[in-house]
């Protein structure tokens, strides 16, 4: 299925208001992005094991 709409949305939103409050528009877009898209990536497969050792 991969990764959730909602949040691709909400990583973009955060990294987005990240580069606006920063001094840098541009690497405060690009390190708020990668570390979202970490955390999500992160949690999407730690869910998936959850859910899997459910199903077990």
């Known amino acids: 299925m ?3 709409p ?5 990583t973009v939103m955060a990294a987005f208001l990240a580069g606006i409050a ?3 528009f541009v690497a405060g877009f690009a390190i708020t ?10 949690a999407h497969f ?3 094991a959850v859910i899997s050792r459910r199903n077990r």
């Open 46 to 48: 730690l869910a998936r």
């Open 6 to 10: 909602a949040g691709v949305l909400l």
């Open 22 to 24: 920063s001094d840098n």
């Open 2 to 4: 991969g990764i959730l």
């Open 33 to 42: 992005a990668v570390v979202c898209s970490v955390a999500l990536a992160a």
